[in-house]
DNA sequence: GCCGATTTGTCCGTATGTATC
DNA sequence: CGATACATACGGACAAATCGG
């Protein structure tokens, strides 16, 4: 079931670059050819083509035509760069994904956990601690605040499948953005626990914190991703306007 | 001088919604009624409300409205998220920048500098150490790979100023994207020496590699920036499609 | 639950401007 | 200079979601 014309245009096109329909720094067909071969509009196609700019994948340069600059990024252990839960991105990855529940209990906020989350004091949360092996490897240790008013039924053995898709299939969320800053912090207890790191080696985690909003503009989880060093990467492409 | 009547929009309601002319949470005026205030057509107009969404600045609700759901982040000492160059971040910040060069030297680039830096092998390069100071703090070190075609005259003295300033209006060069790519690496003597580390305290940097392609497709930059961990911040939100 | 008004989402056609070749 | 290609802008039409009566 297509939803919308310009995202099939996107898809294809995407596709057609990933699997090297263009070689690289090579010149896409123009505008007006690529509106004869889809049959849509001028706004249509131009609309498609920017999400593909946004994804680094062309550049557009007007009087000249549109470039691909699309290079396969090497084999890596884990990515990010958009919403993706660690399933879909596991398994986009082609590998054995596996999440352990260290921690699944009932939290109401106080005032250092409020500056923190960004959540109101007094507000009552599931607060989850998440250990995600990739190949039987820990790679990340979660900590994860959900208002519980917006996810009822949240259980334990939800947290150790996917709470995203929970929430999607069965409570029909719409998850909407999601806010990101990424830093690096001094290894803690925890993270040595769970995440077998040698601090002689390594004494830094990547952490990434995110606010996450769904359709109703209420923000419903706040997430702390603490990440081993050694396969952490985060991808990112800026446009200047 | 404006450019375009979008861009003027976006800056104006980015600027109000910044001054917190909304509160957070709020619902902007419908598109219909900022049609009027701007008196352009509606295409134009959600063309800006666009780039907002993209800020996480708001958040758009098919049939309720746009909901405005900017905080302001907290004073930091530096952040990352667009393409800007050490001394406009600085200066945002209200910060003391200097700059210190290294190193500045002429580089014909290897089998191994060519993997890493994805330059062709014998592309002949400008290569440069510069550390950056924040208030008389050493907070990155960077190692710059100019194509030196792309980048002629380019000098010692201009590398401990702005080199982007020096390709934007003197070489009248437009960079127009830039691929990225976040990293936590262990620390090496070179940062060891340069950012005053203790490596007791943390024995690994941030990492940020670029690389930038200017208006004519060609990438003519490679970057690897390092940054002391403790003042590293990056931002980003993400928008599920 | 239905209906109409409001609001955002998608799509189209067209006109004009600007950069490149 | 003209042809081509992308960039901006407008106006109109219909769809989908929401909300209030």
Redesign the pocket.
Known sequence: MP??????IYKDLKQKIENNTFSYQE????????IQTY?????????A??LLVNDGYVQ???????RNIYQPSEQTAFTIGEIETFKESSARNGQNAYTHVALFTELCINKKQAEITGFAENTIVYYIQRIHYLDDKPLIVNHNYFLKEAVPGLTKEIAGESIYEYLEKELHMTIVNSKRIMTVEKVTEIDEKYLQLNTNDYNCVAVVSSQTYN??GVMFEYTQSRHRPDYFRFYDNAVRK
Chains 1, 2 share one sequence.
Do not use: A, F, H, W
């Open positions: 939803k919308s014309i310009y995202e099939d010149l896409l067909p123009s505008e007006n050819s690529l049959g849509c509009s001028r706004n249509t196609l131009r609309r083509v920017g557009t340069m007007q009087g000249k035509g549109v359709s109703d």
